[in-house]
């Protein structure tokens, strides 16, 4: 462990999404790619001879990474301390041929944002196929509804898990749409002629093509930009990055509405066995990994932020003001995406209900929330629509006076409704109207099945997805 | 003209989109939306006379802002007064029956957003058209490509438009990803499960789905969001908005490169022809709306900022923080991007080209770039490839020297290397090779007839595209 | 009113910032500005006649906006047709001597700057001034303090308001730092050097330093900057909006935590006489003004983007990439702050508290949080410290075990203490530890009357502050 | 180094800063401040034995970091991970009494920002010292001021640094302020109501203040914040960072400016010696320093982000959402600016101008930039204004056609107009009016020297600044 670590990845990223980052993994992934260069362009007629692709096979984990860094001191060049040293190991100078440094780099980065982009994906299938199996168990637990954080109307606690996870559908299906036709820079030179590459080849562009198409292939994209400059655009960057803010939108609003929830004690993020809480106050669960995700998306606009910095902002065939920015901002926000989705996989998993305090809170605001339905009932019944309705408000107004100014504890609406002869309904039949919890769920229970129909089809799409373990968090 | 007017609406947009975000443009909106609600209704049953229907197509265009207005600061509640008095106008109590405010207000929203989306679209084809045409007449105009702000390579003109037409061409399909699968929330009452709706037709749940679907038809989407709360999650917005910045960059970045170039006055933006310039300063040709659309580009950033401080921050069913700033940045953004690219339909259109000072600029730097192919030209007429090289290196680093210190004017290297008897080349053979333009452009011709190529797919698609007349600008 | 209106200042800000900022109203601050040039111009000895600069004067309010605008449109130059107007208005041309557009656009608009951040500072004292009269009211009201929004400890209404008072405080010691020092940019010519106007005065930089000084205090700054390009640098605007926005953090706060305690019912932000809410739902409460103030803290944040966007990337001695992002952010980031405070003071006065409520939630969880003090009294009492903490930790899990599976309804802790032989205390003796507020408040009383004291401070420096009435809002 | 390290303190910042921030430095500041805090507590009359003190003496220097992470994976809880390996190598429990978690983290946080702000401030002191010297031996050198990327007006390059060296000390004095002025939390307890303190200290609030006091005094700070919860205001943070980036736009603006000046070979931002930039293109002299401190700007804009996401966005008395946000903004952004100013003074020191080219461009334009001049001698000489300016106006315009088409290669602006009768003046005239340079750079010159004046100040305030060394560059 480092004594400055960077922190999204050591506190909070998976040990997969690290080892493309990592400074070995990333020199490993450079020395693959340019074995492939070099078997291709010896396919193509170039003379490289087999015993030299060899010895650079053989050396290429052999990493120092304190003697790249000491070398590129000396050059101020990252790649050609790189080149240097892995020739040197090998004793042959054959890799990078008719390549500039941005033929090894661009396309190497876009190998690790391409990965993480189908690591994450994955992430949030397994995210999904879970907050079905969540709505699914609460799909009939009725709950008090809240718009502007007042109670509004009654809903299902699985309803809302459901409409959490359609946002977090919209989200995936645009992150797919971007891995699905993330585009490859490929191989173009210096200011993006392939005029090296071309000269290498004595002129022939159908080589060259072949050639691109071939390490296209080996990058595990379909597409190739046909024409850039010396890099790619950064806007092709910026749409990984506004993808994966995207993506954490639902897990955030869910973990504040878990948040809110826990302030009324109604539900819980989970506890592992061993954190017991404060022994004095065992009550006080405190939604920890829910705040964490808050912090996630909180940090994930910073980074769309520094990458919206890039985009727009190119100068003729490319400059490298992006360069500093990208070493930070590409690793860093996959970190925190995975990271945010470790912590949501195990809040769905381990969530908790407090099914009385549910109940208690419903009693208490049901009678208001169901008014419309007991005029309805009256009107049946034969009372005038006008006269039940203001009984209605009339005893509405004056239950909440009463409960504000403590002259009643509960809610007692519907005694209170029960006893005027405007509406003409007995208690009996008022309290049936609350308890009809099917009427008062509206399309919740419907609108569950929807989306977990929605999720078999990812599901059947990604199959290991719902396997996926999350890591232990902290 | 208000005298606090929106400045983007009334100095950089066209009269196509402020139509549909108007006042006035939006009251129509919302009650045609009524009405089509209302006959649906009737269609599926309801009792709502004919004549009220008639009595509010009738009045639906008298629009008294003020009053409207007035009536809001009564009641405090913006939907409630503009349904008060349209029913006054008709006469009538139909319109908003088993509906929400947010059953109005959330797809009128939607609506705009959608319309606008796609008059933003077609505006981009155009964009790419014209890039295209462009691209073709400067295919061969070699110029001196640019990395670090430094002279690299040869690249042609063409080339360098189709690269930035490339990038607008990945934002292109980007943002009709998001039209073709745009989700509208529909009618989904005050939490999200139509229990109004429901209620409104005795429980008959297929019913309410039906005046969903026509709805959806209606608004001319084709992706209902099946599960809401009481609005539609705002990464939606944010999807739409990272579109629009996304689209912005490709627009960006050849504004951006055109500054550059201007300040090496081998280009111009292009002037009207009433516009002279300063008298006495007649070179000064200033990129105004290049620098206006790197403007606009940041202030693209700045909403982006702001829709992403709403997803992920909504509570429960739905809170009304993001209210105001939706109320700010779904026009702004719109109005933004409208008129940036009713400015760089501009730009494209007139820019200017100064062949001489790009051949000037090229006489100057192309020795030093065409170094490789005169060693290599060297070898093959039978010098070796060491004390080549050597030679070369030595002269131009004589050469740059010289220059700095002002003892040449100009770049006379291909002298010195003629007469440098290592190299064994004429001066004829060595300007024979700088003047070989096909061979220095590399595959820079056969990129812009990718380009073109590509191009022509959206120009069949959208055919008035070609046909746009870009608003007068200021 | 326009049909596409500036929505901020519009709907939320006030008239006097709206005077500033008005095209109107702007198009005078520039007739002025000329006019005191003139006048100081003559006084250094420049021939301008005494019957132009009263015929200036004369016409200074004569303004046709459309006339301008038309202007404009011709000379592509936005300056020059305001020049030509005001020139021919006139029947003179003396106006504009020695300068270039930016001596006059760029002080005019620090002068609209540095009246609107007087504005802001007065309505940020004067929610100051409100804070301290709340604070003080809630001084000993005991509420329960929460973290992680649980429950974690007891506290005063009145504390708790001082902690956003103090974090306003805070803020308006930033603000008021920019203020006293705010540096104007000054007469500067067209890259700073001042050679027009020295050519002007015939070399006499006394002379220009004179003038520049004058124009100074007709600004109302104490500060000049005295190198600058074209332009000021744009990092004065970012320091002006990260103040605006850092001035929105404590309001923000407040509003957000307003929202929760009304999601508890323990508070209302407060309404109005003829704003009744719902009918059928009284207890509807909904925190529309505190969801505004978060909703505007969100634009500013989007305000902040855009001026960070300018800042550090301005080029040479001035590009104008900036104008139309200024001509959007300067404006409505004052409207923005404008409408928060106004939405804020409407807060604080009307905020409406339920002590039933809050002595409710008191009840449920001061047992918890009383915990340690009860065992410190059982241990004075002669119990074992380690025997009654094990008592405490066992009753409280059970306590809240109970709750939670329905089993009891209220937190009956202090019974089950009472009933406790390790503890040995009354019920009546824990009872009093609950109700003895003054030692569970802590410091919260001390801190309330610090808070009031700085308070004072203020309102002594801006006696107009505390008599401020907000205006009326929708 | 970490296989994943932390990129910006990696690579970039310095040693002295890392120290602040690593892992094992951060250990030690808590440890040395639980020691600080009991030796003032056992001062104030509690009963902690001397040897207990002197036991966590000896062993505060011994830290185990993967033995504290695993205890942290067992409590979920950092800081009792802490406490307790702290405990028991010290065989004690002493440490940490009356004190909540955040007691701790938060005032040793607040002391990490408080003393990487000094280091920063100190080295844009050193920054100020270095324009400063640089715009003194630039002083009289005339370049071609532009604006709009356009030639405008002459000015010198001393005056142009100083222009930054202005904009620098804008951003410092507000940097200086909020060191001054920074706000300590200080020991507030759970809540922030101190009550654990009281009761420690049996009720005492003025043991409580003055304990208060000393640690305040301990910390460095000259400022206690009287009222918080139990966090302090994130705004606080967010003034930090604002001062942060603030400071870095004149950085980046001159980096900007360099990277457009080497665009026309006018400078360079120069090399180390065994850096020759590529042999076969002597010319290509990168400004990869420049590029990276844009770069950095960029980076510290995304920083800004994630803090302004927290301030205004805390519920009650805090919540932990800024947790994970905080974690790496706050450690980010002082490596991020550090870097930056390492790299800027590595510029300011080496950067290398190119007189001859600079000349050859001011030939180029200076006939256009002094028309003015010319125009008014031609009329001390006795010819007709009108007739003057036509003449000139026709002959420049002439000639920037006849250089864009290619007629000519060299303005001979003044060959031609010293032929025109209207003007009347000779060529040696004419000449003589470009080559009063003292008359061309207007006030730049005495600007300069008010720079220089301004540097002084800072330089005898920090005396070390004018001697600091920056680390060696990647």
């Not at 260069?37 to 692709?53: C, D, H, S």
């Not at 109307?153 to 891995?179: H, S, W, Y």
């Not at 954190?275 to 606009?301: D, T, W, Y």
């Not at 006076?401 to 005694?415: A, F, P, S, T, Y």
């Amino acid at each position: 462990m480092a004594d400055i670590p960077n922190i999204l990845s050591e506190r909070y990223a998976s040990e997969h999404l690290k080892s493309i980052w990592s400074t070995r993994g990333k020199i490993i992934l450079e020395r693959e790619f340019w074995i492939a260069v070099m078997k291709a362009q010896r396919a193509l007629g170039l003379t490289i001879p087999n015993e030299a692709i060899n010895a650079y096979e053989l050396v290429k984990e052999q990493i120092d990474i304190n003697l790249i860094r000491n070398r590129e001191e000396t050059t101020k060049h990252d790649v050609k301390a790189r080149i240097e040293v892995f020739n040197e190991l090998a004793g042959y100078e054959h890799i990078h041929k008719g390549l500039t440094s941005r033929d090894l780099t661009e396309n190497i980065e876009q190998l690790q944002i391409l990965r993480s982009l189908k690591i994450i994906r994955q992430k949030a299938v397994s995210a999904l196929i879970l907050l079905a199996q969540r709505a699914d168990e609460f799909r009939n637990l009725v709950i008090t509804g809240r718009t502007h954080n007042v109670p509004a109307q009654p809903t299902t606690l699985g309803k809302r898990v459901a409409m959490f996870g359609e946002e977090l559908l919209f989200g995936l299906q645009c992150l797919d749409n971007i891995i699905e036709h993330y585009p490859i820079r490929g191989l173009k030179g210096a200011v993006g002629t392939q005029i090296d590459l071309l000269t290498l080849f004595d002129g022939d562009s159908t080589k060259v093509s072949t050639l691109e198409e071939k390490i296209l292939g080996y990058l595990g994209s379909k597409r190739l930009m046909p024409i850039t400059g010396q890099v790619y655009p950064r806007s092709i960057d910026f749409a990984v990055l506004s993808n994966l803010f995207l993506l954490s939108s639902a897990p955030s609003n869910m973990a504040k509405s878990i948040r809110l929830m826990a302030g009324h004690e109604l539900i819980s993020e989970g506890f592992d066995d061993n954190q017991v809480g404060s022994s004095a106050m065992p009550h006080k669960m405190n939604c920890r990994s829910c705040e964490r995700i808050n912090g996630f998306n909180v940090i994930l606009k910073g980074h769309l932020t520094m990458v919206a910095g890039l985009a727009g902002d190119q100068w003729n065939e490319g400059d490298v003001s992006c360069s500093v920015v990208r070493r930070v901002v590409m690793p860093d926000s996959f970190f925190t995406i995975d990271g945010l989705f470790e912590t949501f996989l195990h809040v769905i998993q381990q969530m908790e209900i407090f099914p009385n305090n549910i109940e208690k809170e419903n009693n208490q605001y049901l009678p208001y929330l169901a008014t419309t339905t007991i005029m309805m009932e009256a009107i049946k019944n034969g009372a005038g629509r006008e006269s039940a309705h203001e009984a209605i408000k009339e005893k509405s107004i004056a239950v909440a006076k009463d409960i504000r100014e403590g002259k009643i504890k509960e809610n007692d609406l519907v005694d209170r409704l029960a006893n005027d002869p405007r509406l003409g309904l007995k208690q009996s039949q008022i309290n049936e109207i609350l308890t009809q919890n099917e009427k008062l769920m509206g399309s919740a229970g419907s609108q569950v099945n929807t989306f977990i129909n929605e999720s078999i089809v990812w599901k059947k799409r990604f199959p290991k997805a719902a396997d996926y373990k999350p890591i232990k968090i902290l």
